[in-house]
Structure formats: structure tokens, C-alpha cells
């Protein structure tokens, strides 16, 4: 990434090591890293751009503030309530495409999860080749609270979870603490928050031992043997959310949380 597409990023950073990794941060502390449309697209340019860059051996995701990420920005989801079809259908797009950009970085992607991870924050985590979380962290996929479905990113929650461990949580929007996000295989283990960064640098240095072309092409192999996540796949889940929010459910729990009341399904 150019200096100049560096200094015009606003929700996103960027720190690239002499030994070529790179630690992609999310940078909406202020938001709790919820994912904007901006931030969509900055995080799907950067991605591609990662990828391409010989010099980068590793990639590190992580997040400023408090939380890891909030999900989507439910301003963002808002404003899908009252756009048109075709609106909707691309700003369900971008989000398919930041996550299977991330999905296929020709590199390792490790993630370094803290605070809070809901929703789209779930399926950031999903697309990492491992994830390592800190005690104390909580995590949901709480979309069905507000009447909307987990669907652009299911098919990285249950690749990762497997389908009978993501069914315990995937439609409940229950919240669970890190060490049952592990159980479920959401993250790889956890440690104390001091020792995070530690346990980080642990997943990333075999990777500065081996041969990057190899690398890439070993990743491309697990995705090929595993789960698909195709573009009929991805197609599907843009179909089943656009569905949910031309439904009478989703306006309504959007309305209701911005509006501070329940929604009729909690009485």
C-alpha cells in the first residue's frame, strides 16, 4: 500500500515490520470497530493489497480500543432499511467481499482478539487462520436479536466452528465468554490480556522460517479440500440477507433499538 492510500484511510492502520509483518489494526475505537461501509472497503483494499505485496510474510489483525469489533454499524443497517433493492444488494455485497478478500490474503492472517466480538466481529474472527483471544473477551452473533440473520458471514463461522458447535449459538444471540469460544473452535486458545501480545508472536514466527510461495499455496489447498465457500455460496447468503431486511422483522428491530424500547418479540 501506498503511502498516499495510507494517509486517505480512516478506519483502518497499517504497521508493516522490518521482517515483513504486517498488523492490519481496526481503527473505529471510537465506534467499537463496528464495520461501516467505509470500512468494508478500506478493509477489502487493504487486504488485496497485503496480498500482493512480496514483502509481507504475515498478517496480523487486530483492533484499537476497547473491543475487537462491535459488528456491523447499525447507522449502516439503518440506512439498508430504507434504501432500495439494488442498494441493499450491494451494501450486502461489500461485506460478502471484505470477508472472502480476507478469507482467501495469500498469507497467514492471525487474530488478535480482545473485548468484545459480535456479529460481523465473529466472522472477522472466522476468516483468520487462527485466532488467539484474551480472557475476559465476549462474543455473539446477536443479529437475531434485532431480526436480521448471521448470513454473509455464515459460511466462515460454520467452516470454522463446524455446523453442530456453530448451531449452538448461530440463531440463540447469546452472549459467551472466551473460554467457551474456544470449545467451539472459535479461537485457538486463550490467555491472560498481558499476554496477548506474546501469544500473537508465537503464531507468527514459524511463519518468518518458512517458504512464502508454499505458504500461500498450502492455504489455497486447505480452502480447496474444505467447506465451499464459492461464489454460488456467497451469492446465496446476499439473497437471504437482502430477504431478511425487506421483511417486516428487521425494520422493526433496527427501529426499536434506535428508539431504546424492546422489540415486539421480547414482549
Request: proline letters at 4%; hydrophobic letters at 45%; a negative charge.
Amino acid at each position: 500500500m501506498s503511502a498516499a492510500e495510507e494517509r486517505r484511510m480512516e478506519t483502518i492502520r497499517i504497521d508493516t515490520d522490518a521482517r515483513g509483518v504486517a498488523t492490519l489494526w481496526l481503527a473505529r475505537a471510537d465506534k467499537h470497530n463496528a464495520l461501516s461501509a467505509r470500512m468494508l472497503e478500506e478493509l477489502t483494499l487493504a487486504a488485496r493489497q497485503l496480498g500482493d505485496d512480496p514483502a509481507v510474510r504475515a498478517v496480523i489483525l487486530a483492533a484499537e480500543g476497547k473491543s475487537f469489533c462491535a459488528g456491523g454499524d447499525l447507522a449502516w443497517m439503518q440506512e439498508q432499511m430504507t434504501a432500495d433493492a439494488a442498494t441493499r444488494r450491494a451494501g450486502a455485497r461489500q461485506l460478502a467481499e471484505m470477508l472472502q478478500t480476507l478469507n482467501t490474503l495469500p498469507k497467514p492472517l492471525i487474530g488478535r482478539v480482545h473485548g468484545n466480538a459480535f456479529g460481523g466481529g465473529i466472522g472477522m474472527m472466522s476468516v483468520c487462520d487462527v485466532a488467539v483471544g484474551a480472557r475476559g473477551a465476549r462474543f455473539g452473533l446477536t443479529e437475531t436479536r434485532l431480526g436480521v440473520i448471521p448470513a454473509t458471514i455464515g459460511p466462515y463461522v460454520v467452516a470454522r466452528m463446524g455446523e453442530g458447535k456453530a448451531r449452538r449459538v448461530f440463531m440463540s444471540a447469546r452472549i459467551f465468554e472466551a473460554e467457551e469460544a474456544e470449545r467451539l473452535d472459535l479461537l485457538a486458545y486463550v490467555v491472560d490480556p498481558e499476554d496477548l501480545d506474546a501469544a500473537v508472536e508465537d503464531e507468527v514466527a514459524p511463519y518468518l522460517q518458512v517458504a512464502p510461495k508454499a505458504v500461500a499455496a498450502a492455504k489455497a489447498l486447505t480452502r480447496a479440500l474444505g467447506p465451499r465457500i464459492d461464489a454460488e455460496v456467497i451469492e446465496m447468503t446476499i439473497d437471504r440477507l437482502v430477504a431478511v431486511w425487506e421483511d417486516d422483522e428487521a425494520p422493526h428491530g433496527i427501529a426499536a433499538f434506535f428508539d431504546k424500547r424492546k422489540p415486539r418479540w421480547q414482549g
